[in-house]
Nanobody, 118 residues
């Protein structure tokens, strides 16, 4: 079992910045992918960014250039630095860990609300 806890959500004005953190604990495999997803009311959950344990990143086109994902493997933490926030970035942001072995297994955090509004 893996446990994920997100930190850092809140209210921010358009154009502002916010950093989300996620702490992972439990049975974390050496080969894994940590990432951030988001879900707005009435919409499906969507990818924001992911990062493998060896540093390969993937970003959604909607956030490229405004968002940076990073991770600290020693602390089992992943971060999402968001700049130039827009009202359409408003969503619940979820941390996800995918353990990769013979069959990938996904674990999700509870989510943290990010609201971009003046």
């Amino acid at each position: 079992q893996v446990y994920l806890v997100e930190f850092g959500g809140g209210l921010v004005q358009p154009g502002g910045s916010l950093t989300l953190s996620c702490a992972a604990s439990g049975s974390i495999f050496s080969t894994n992918v940590l990432g951030w997803y988001r879900q707005s009311p009435g919409k499906e959950r969507e990818l924001v960014a992911t990062m493998t344990n060896d540093g390969i990143t993937n970003y959604s086109d909607s956030v490229k250039g405004r968002v940076t994902i990073s991770r600290d493997n020693a602390k089992n933490r992943v971060y999402l630095q968001m700049n130039g926030l827009k009202p359409e970035d408003t969503a619940v942001y979820y941390c996800k860990l995918r353990n990769i072995f013979t069959v990938p297994v996904d674990y999700w955090g509870q989510g943290t609300q990010v609201t971009v509004s003046s």
